[in-house]
């Protein structure tokens, strides 16, 4: 039986882990500070899942096989759920190209999908203003995965499976064939093969290959509270969104934890080991804004939490899964770029085959085509 380590326990390890015992192979989990930790990509408490990509097929088709496994892991042991199909709605501008590449798509991969207009998004949602924004789209059998909780909940049925758990932090492989990896402890963890899909800290156990390529950059997300009595904004009532022109998303109120505001645009970079997590004041403001605009019933709302975690982009925002160039037994798994949670499942699956069978991976995500310079391709 073939022995795989898996460095990494978020929601590519996890996912990747689950994948390879299902076919056969032994697997040793490892991360530095536990799955789905504080300073992990995968640590935050909500995801959006949703399918609509443009014209990228491969990130629908991706997210949509997802999906199936999602709802296949949200049966998995939990004290509470891991999924909330409230639905995805995307909010864009008259005539937008990309918002007409995802309808097109989605309708050619026959994925269901209602399209909006200004009328109807108000009498759907009366508490959202959007009149400025008549082309849109809702995904209604997207949703909210709750992320930190799905990740652990994963993580624990391998350990009841049989799958060890390490806690430790891997030190950069020596050249030369691997046949084990040296923690900084000084254990050791022999294995077959080695699956690199640590996220944020890829550019640190490999600098000389990923160094500018994984870019890790601070993200702040901000948690408003509803008024008393008031459960127009929970997810019986209000869906997760993509305000595409202002760039931002977010999750209506699930679990009485507060409506979730986004900013994705790339922040400044971030040391995934030693900064602090601690919010600054001109993304609370530029959130506090976009929801005083959209939804004016919460435009004085308290801040009740935030979170500051991080993207790991690549140059395009696609990801990153490949052969190492200089081992033949080693694989790296990555760059998930902000919307790499939902694919999970999809992205475990596809690397799995490549370790056991040794095929190629799609050119989208090999090494070959990660730059330093960004160029923002994939929304």
Known sequence: MRHVVVVGAGVFGVWAAHHLRASGARVTLVDAYGPASPRASSGDQSRILRCGYGGDEIYTRFARRSLEQWLS???????????????????????????????RTLEREEYPLDVIDADGLRARYPHLLAADLPDALLEPDGGVLMARRAVRALAAALVRAGSPLIRGRILTPAPGPIRSLRLADDREIAGDAFLFACGAWLPSVFPELLAGKIRPTRQTVVYFGTPAGDDRFS???????????????????????????????????????????????????????????????????PVVGTRVCQYENTSTGDFLIDRHPDHDNVWIVGGGSGHGFKHGPAVGEHVANLVLTGAETNPRFALAGKSVQAQRAVF
């Open 73 to 103: 892991a949200a049966r998995l042991p939990s004290e509470r759920p891991i999924w909330y199909p409230c639905g995805v709605l995307w909010l864009a501008a008259a005539g937008d190209p990309y918002t007409a590449a995802t309808r």
């Open 235 to 301: 997810c019986a009532h209000t869906p997760a969104w993509i305000d595409f022109p202002a760039g931002i998303y977010g999750v209506p109120e699930i679990e009485a934890g507060g409506v979730k505001v986004g900013i994705d645009e790339h922040g400044p970079p971030i040391d995934p080991d030693n900064d602090d997590r601690i919010p600054d004041a001109a993304a609370i403001v530029k959130a506090r804004e976009w929801l005083g605009r959209r939804f004016p019933d919460l435009s004085a709302a």
